[in-house]
């Protein structure tokens, strides 16, 4: 389990191919992972991952061929900086909001502009997750926890403060880039309970 509250950012410095799914070796000397051991969880840009061979100047990780084909990680390239969140322990504050990690799918940067000194990003999103996004709500883009100002069918927008935009990966990203998106929990689970036996 996750905050969105990004704990820093790491290089992928190797892609290894294995049959079907890829290897990942992440560079992130400065995210202090000498107490890290082999089995930990990780968000990486969103997506939990299993920490191997743990050490101090970073780690490596199995992804799926599931998560490669829902996430941003199955483009991911050799040199790209990725967001680094480690798991949320009992001790912890919950400066964000709840995340498993667990990518729905990508949305799209449709554009972005200034807002004073923050700036307001507008994503799209396939209507199949778009009934999840609700103004005022949380969601979780690339491993950050935002707030939700606006939804207009298919399209939301969320306000990155500069923080934000200089300690995570979102500041880089230019119209057209897609990025990982989780809905809140809550709104899945809320879906799940209310569905009828029928369906409807």
């Known amino acids: 389990m996750f905050t969105g509250i990004v704990s820093g950012r790491g290089l992928v ?7 079907g799914d890829c290897r990942l070796r992440i560079e992130c000397a400065d995210l ?10 990780i968000s990486v840009s ?42 949320l322990s009992l001790e912890d504050r919950l400066g964000g909001h709840l995340v498993s990690g667990h990518v729905d799918g990508r949305a799209q940067l449709i554009s972005r502009h200034e807002d004073a000194r923050a700036e307001r990003f507008e994503f799209g999103v396939h209507e199949s997750l778009a009934k999840y996004i609700a103004r005022k709500g949380s969601v979780c883009i690339d491993g950050v926890s ?34 990982n998106l989780e809905v809140d929990l809550i709104a899945r689970y809320l879906e799940r309970l209310v569905v009828k036996d029928g369906g409807e």
């Open 32 to 41: 202090g992972l000498e107490t890290a051991h082999a089995g930990d969880s």
């Open 13 to 19: 410095q190797e892609k290894t191919m294995l049959g």
């Open 146 to 179: 935002l707030t939700v100002n606006e939804v207009d069918g298919t399209r939301f927008t969320v306000c990155l403060i500069p923080h934000t935009l200089e300690v995570t990966t979102l500041g880089s990203l230019v119209p057209g880039d897609e990025v």
């Open 46 to 87: 969103g997506a939990c991952l299993t920490m191997l061979d743990p050490d101090a100047s970073g780690f490596t990780a199995d992804v799926s061929q599931e998560t490669l084909n829902l996430t941003s990680l199955g483009r991911i390239q050799i040199g790209q900086a990725v967001n680094l969140e480690l798991a």
